[in-house]
């Protein structure tokens, strides 16, 4: 699979994009994030910042937040330069889990290179809105993500997939026998990415799957959870008669439709829209809202804890 | 109960508001309205333009809407000019049902004259930003409106209540015989309104109270429906971790938070805000969702039909 | 130049399209519209529905607007259903023409029919966003539009476009000799086209490429104007440190950025966002108010008048 | 001038509010705030964050831009618990100035205590939306504000502020001796107030007024700036046919609706609304933007530079 869609800006693109908000700097290579929660208690942004300054990186940017100030969660995610960063960035990792690790022993925390675009796969049924909308940001380098491969239960989309120079593998679900589709579809993905979108993808993944699978999945439920979780949603909110429709990006569990969200969105509908006008007007927000969590999931903006998320966007 | 909040335009409040958008007219008063739903069938538009034609009247605005052209629903709301308007409306709406009724037998009809603000009531427990944006705005001649009184379960908001010239009555309610307290409320508002607005009143009201009480009742519920129907919406936004809140306003039937949608809308949070903060962000969004269900209602902008509504908004 | 990207429908897609929202039904080769304006007088509304009326036409949706009732200018679209309309339209406008003319002898008038789309091209520099839209939503059948042909002085975008099946022409501008790539496009476009619509197109269209063209012009601007009218509104939108910014879709005149607006919209941003991160957000907001301009206009609910639009919006 | 409207939160109303979001403890009063400017350079945060910790303080709270990493300007706020801040408060502010004043020679710092409330005074003429809405939220504890004074260059919103327990003073404006009128004004304000609000007063004021106030003075302007700077924006709005309105919070500067904007936003709007109906929409915005602008302000998220702002909002 060596062919990927990379973040890139040419001169015929617009202004190059820059992954790191307010970071308006050329030498991406030289910036560094940690993510990290923890119980709260006193001083952990000084902790953190003594250690960071003593290895000679400097904050450029800090978010954190709590549950509450004490005894509650602490969340943060600090982005930081440091020269040659690719160089030192183990040194750092291993030096913080002496030093920090005996202090905050409950933290759960990584580093991470903000030049290292994440690897992604995306999982799609028939429908093109939310995947042409990836592939296309991916291509602008409007989102820091190397989209290495595109799996569908239908090959229609091959062609725009393929036009992008993405893979795209048809994967057929014989609904009497979803577990071989599974197998199949784990032996592509398993180990091989940071990241897997369902971007409408129409089947039910199996707890064995999202356990197996190895790294997070981000799905796009075409409502506003928890209204209408489930099947039909637009037939529903039409019948309900409500005036405002929806989409929620969330992380898979094996409970459908009830996992950690990450970005909803909505917009307002009528009474002259039918069930078609509603699910054409709904494709724009799950677009927008799939991307933007795509996006802050990649730039590792999104904590999760319990069945929330604490999400530092931009 | 004479005392009322009524419509009015001073040199000192802002332009003179104009209850009919796109009717920039002194003369309300020759303004007339009809509303009408039935069967949908050729040309209804055009035989009742030719009948407000035959009687003088001039279409100012109209809007229409259908489930389905063929075999569906009609909706139709027209606003129309006749000079001396009180004095020929009887004799218009005689000769409607005489004329049209053969027509449209199936049909639901009514005409009103714009210029006469609809009676309203209002019921309130002690939260104050609802009540007090509807009777500020009243004052204001924003809303076609004559606030003739506000019934609360608690005390605590007669002083800015009566600070506007509307009597407040406080009816406490003994949770062990409601019956008692609905008894004392419906001798107040039976025949006396044209719509009841539950302005975050925290009562649940029974089946018997809706069907005796008359005339339409508005209920603003805290959450953006169907998602967090019933108590405790905050909390249960919180605990889901939704990135929006909102609020719904629709007529109160029996079956709780289940009626017909006037009206909704939401606003964003984070997870930086407690339940607190989600209360006090909800509060701006439930009082403008409010205000907008009213004004439409009382502008004859909502028709209802199964468990749905049209609004011809603007 | 025979390829185009026409409106179409397949199983693979996306729920049908329906170009008229509230018509839902299959048979739109027999929807009309009039689109009419003229002086406000009484009773235009009966005489029209009763023509339609008498030539067997049912009127299915009537939108209406006056900018003052008493001597103010009168604008109407109706849509409407007449059985086998593409053989009686002729009959119905030249009746029109003889019997309205008269009565309503200072009114511009049209009859279109629904299911034809309008033939559209598009004139693009290097930016994909807006003509990628653009093509996207043609191919879906989400716009009534035929995309005849792209247009770029810049070769960057060939392969995107053709990819669409549409034909794409590179007319270089040479700086000095302006008038002759202007010369050049108007061979192309002249009498071709019933919309030219200017999706990111960097160059300034000279009046007389305007008058010559002989079809509306749309150009979308990266800025809510009259705010930052003219060059790099990005770059003084951060200067001023406004908190939104926005995008405007207008017609095109010979006075640069003063066309009559069509529809505009804004997205928060906030200090923490640099020139090149307006810029990247702005294109979201281009590319959704350009589209519906675009869709608008091409559905016959755009009504110019002096610098002005009537728009009669879904 | 005793009597002042205080936040407060009783048990009639809303849940209690908590201005310091995020920070959801009883003890505000040993919150405190460092709010700070200066040259970008390394290891500003972690020497900060040093200093707070070594002063028994606890960082609750932090948020840092910066124009530029290298070279550019710092922009950091920052929240922190201290048992007995009060007592503690004048130390750590003389100790900051000895040791970090060396450090951070250019910087422009302050300390602030969360609990302590601004002490706002508010100029008015006859509008009353913005100047309601400011004295209702001040009363439900939800703006930390003192508001000690309203003045009016005319007397009809007397009652209105009074019923709140708030001063009215009336002061005409002779418009042959505006420095007359100034004078009697900087009477009551000089040296009085943290903040004077500018809710819909109809006056310049003047280069002289705004250096002898020795206050921030915000501005609320009935557009979205800098379209339609100067009078009568909605009039022009309606001349233009935008299809948004907005209004503008701002610092007033002596230079007309050029200040630096602290928040914007707009509302929809279309062509049936003429420039009375704009205007009452517009009103709507007008109330939530400075509300907004006030409430950021008085909890030291608003830090301005150049003729910019960077809003730490919530």
């Given at each position: 699979?060596?062919?990927?869609?990379?973040?890139?800006?040419?001169?015929?693109?617009?202004?190059?994009p820059r992954t790191i908000s307010g970071a308006t700097t050329a030498v991406a290579k030289d910036l560094g994030r940690l993510v990290l929660q923890c119980e709260d208690r006193p001083r952990i942004i000084a902790a953190i910042s003594q250690f960071l300054s003593d290895h000679d990186a400097n904050i450029v940017e800090s978010d954190q937040a709590t549950t509450d100030p004490e005894g509650g969660r602490f969340f943060l995610r600090m982005t930081f330069r440091r020269d040659d960063l690719?160089?030192?960035?183990?040194?750092?990792?291993?030096?913080?889990?002496q030093t920090m690790a005996e202090r905050f022993d409950d933290a759960e925390w990584r580093f991470t290179e903000a030049a290292t675009p994440k690897r992604v796969a995306i999982m799609v049924s028939k429908t093109d809105h939310c995947v042409l909308d990836l592939l296309w940001r991916a291509r602008r380098g409007e989102i820091p993500i190397d989209i290495g491969l595109v799996i569908s239960n239908h090959p229609d989309?091959?062609?725009?997939?393929?036009?992008f120079g993405v893979p795209f593998v048809h994967i057929p679900v014989d609904r009497n026998d979803k577990p071989a589709a599974e197998e199949k579809q784990l032996q592509l993905l398993s180990g091989n990415f940071d990241l897997v979108v369902m971007a409408r993808y129409m089947q039910i993944l199996s707890a064995d799957f999202l356990e197996r699978i190895g790294c997070p999945v981000i799905n796009i439920h075409h409502s506003f959870l928890p209204a209408f979780a489930g099947a039909g949603p637009y037939e529903r909110a039409k019948d309900r008669g409500v005036k405002l429709i929806g989409a929620t990006a969330h992380y898979a569990t094996e409970d459908l439709d009830e996992g950690?969200?990450?970005?909803?969105?909505?917009?307002?509908?009528?009474?002259?829209?039918?069930?078609?006008?509603?699910?054409?007007?709904?494709?724009?927000?799950?677009?927008?809202?799939?991307?933007?969590?795509?996006?802050?999931?990649?730039?590792?903006?999104?904590?999760?804890?319990?069945?929330?998320?604490?999400?530092?966007?931009?």
């Open positions: 699979m060596p062919t990927t869609v990379q973040a890139r800006s040419t001169e015929s693109r617009p202004p190059a690719p160089v030192h960035l183990e040194d750092i990792e291993r030096s913080f889990a989309l091959a062609a725009d997939v393929r036009s950690p969200i990450i970005e909803q969105d909505v917009v307002r509908v009528t009474h002259a829209l039918d069930v078609a006008g509603l699910t054409r007007r709904g494709a724009d927000v799950e677009r927008a809202v799939l991307t933007r969590a795509v996006q802050w999931h990649c730039e590792d903006r999104v904590l999760r804890y319990g069945n929330s998320t604490v999400v530092f966007a931009r």
